[in-house]
């Protein structure tokens, strides 16, 4: 430790670690992502500079992408202590091994640091060359320092009192070396941080998959049970993976999102590493049950997901009208995998149901993405092709696509093949006008502000969309509709 230890803390600077310190993510992290999304052949360019060493690579990347301070998941303990610190009347600076142009474009948003020290082109500020460039700074004298990682244990061993981010007491102990003065919080991902980053709530929608074994009247097969069920978390591990992709993608937006910044990825609970190497050990998982138990038909089915998935998150979700069209299609393709891993046939009036259905839930959740007031000007909403402006055309879409799907049901019902197949085709109208009702309901709703996420997530915790679930799915047995050409 330091010789000053005595000192007026006000007479020591408070030199801060930038990096899983003062923000909950690595800013190199951040910025070769935003080098990927702006083009992967981009992202091969960058790595090539790393022949020349980690400075220039990250000088590289820095020349090629840039971030938005106030969008970043900043530590609110530690901003909060630094600006106590700062009205006290301290010196406080930065000191990181990110790229100075992004520590200086932070320290300007925050406007709390009185020097910056970071890495250029010719030096990478880490370690011992970190704590050489401080001491070259105050000339030697004493300092205070936080940090959150074992490379900052040459500033510890060298600072006057040793603050530390960290998960927990013995682990702020253990990572400094040295006793401790204060411990600022630190993400720990937990089993419940995973499974909301994996939107675990959104393997509702594979239920999808079963549809097909009970429209076949087929639910008294215990080899299609398995089937299903694999074929189940198959698909939700899959799009578990996916999910993980998309909020990686989607960070800079989904930070200046109302709901969507509390997410782990967007909020620091779950760092990028951390996240990249869920959705590897997700995706890995997902195609070796889809491949062996279940069968290579299905598998495929799985992988056209995966590209269709990927090619929403990089390109057609900023795509009017296309971005929906997917989201629709992904859902009818739940049916489809569902059919094909327990081998019953679908029918179009099936498929042409749930892809007008499936629209209508669609436009429905980009709905909940556009700003209340209208505008005179068409401003686009972050990492997507609307505006305010596009309000009442989505409704009018999203409610015509909805009542399209009713029709069809009318028609399917009317249909004479089901009125010879069904003991009671009558109760199929019930079944009918409950979800013209919910339609109806949930889009008055969506029209008002009061679904500002995905309408599957609301209907979920919705007692009424429940209500109107259980309603259905009894009409639906009391009508007998589990053989048939809907099936």
Not at 152 to 177: E, K, N, T
Not at 250 to 266: E, I, M, N, T, V
Not at 341 to 363: E, H, N, P, Q, Y
Request: hydrophobic share 50%.
């Amino acid at each position: 430790m330091g010789l000053d230890v005595e000192a007026r803390d006000e007479d020591r600077p408070m030199v801060v670690d930038l990096d899983g310190t003062l923000i909950r993510t690595d800013s190199l992290h951040e910025l070769l992502l935003r080098v990927y999304v702006s083009g992967p052949p981009r992202l091969l360019a960058a790595m090539v500079a790393l022949g020349g060493g980690k400075a220039v690579f990250k000088d590289r990347v820095a020349a090629m992408a840039s971030l938005s301070p106030e969008a970043l998941p900043y530590n609110d303990d530690v901003l909060e202590f630094l600006r106590a610190e700062k009205a006290k009347g301290r010196r406080l600076v930065l000191a990181t091994a990110s790229h100075e142009s992004v520590a200086r474009e932070i320290s300007e948003h925050l406007g709390l640091f009185d020097a910056v020290i970071a890495s250029t082109r010719e030096h990478n500020l880490r370690g011992k060359q970190k704590l050489t460039a401080i001491e070259k700074l105050i000339n030697g004298a004493s300092f205070d320092y936080i940090g959150n990682a074992l490379v900052d244990r040459p500033m510890w061993a060298a600072a006057g009192r040793a603050y530390v981010v960290a998960s927990s007491d013995a682990g702020a102990r253990q990572l400094a070396g040295v006793p401790v003065e204060r411990r600022f919080s630190a993400p720990r991902p937990g089993l419940k941080t995973v499974l909301r980053a994996m939107r675990i709530h959104q393997w509702a929608k594979n239920m999808l998959i079963f549809a097909p074994l009970f429209l076949a009247q087929k639910w008294s097969e215990p080899r299609l049970w398995l089937l299903g069920t694999l074929a189940f978390v198959s698909f939700g591990m899959c799009a578990s993976a996916t999910y993980l992709w998309n909020d990686l993608l989607d960070l800079p937006a989904d930070r200046l999102h109302r709901s969507k910044r509390f997410r782990p990825l967007a909020s620091g609970a779950l760092s990028i590493g951390q996240g990249l190497f869920l959705s590897l050990v997700l995706i890995l998982g997902s195609f070796a049950i889809a491949v062996f138990p279940v069968g290579p038909a299905f598998a495929g089915l799985l992988l056209l997901y995966v590209v269709t998935t990927v090619s929403y998150s990089v390109i057609l979700k900023r795509k009017p009208i296309a971005d929906v069209v997917t989201l629709a299609c992904l859902y009818g393709l739940r049916i489809l995998a569902g059919g094909v891993a327990m081998s019953v046939v679908l029918t179009d009036w099936l498929m042409v149901f749930s892809i007008f259905f499936f629209l209508s839930l669609g436009f429905m959740k980009r709905l909940a993405d556009l700003p209340m007031s209208s505008t005179t000007t068409f401003d686009r909403v972050p990492g997507r092709g609307y505006g305010a402006l596009d309000r009442p055309v989505v409704v009018t879409l999203g409610i015509a696509a909805g009542y399209c799907s009713i029709i069809i049901l009318a028609l399917y019902i009317r249909d004479p093949n089901v009125v010879e197949l069904y003991p009671r085709p009558q109760f199929l109208w019930v079944v009918c006008m409950t979800l013209l009702y919910w339609l109806s309901r949930c889009w008055i709703l969506s029209a008002r502000g009061h679904i500002d996420d995905d309408p599957v997530v609301f209907a979920l915790k919705d007692k009424i969309s429940l209500g109107c679930g259980v309603v259905t799915l009894v009409f639906v047995l009391l009508a007998g509709l589990t053989i048939g050409d809907f099936g």
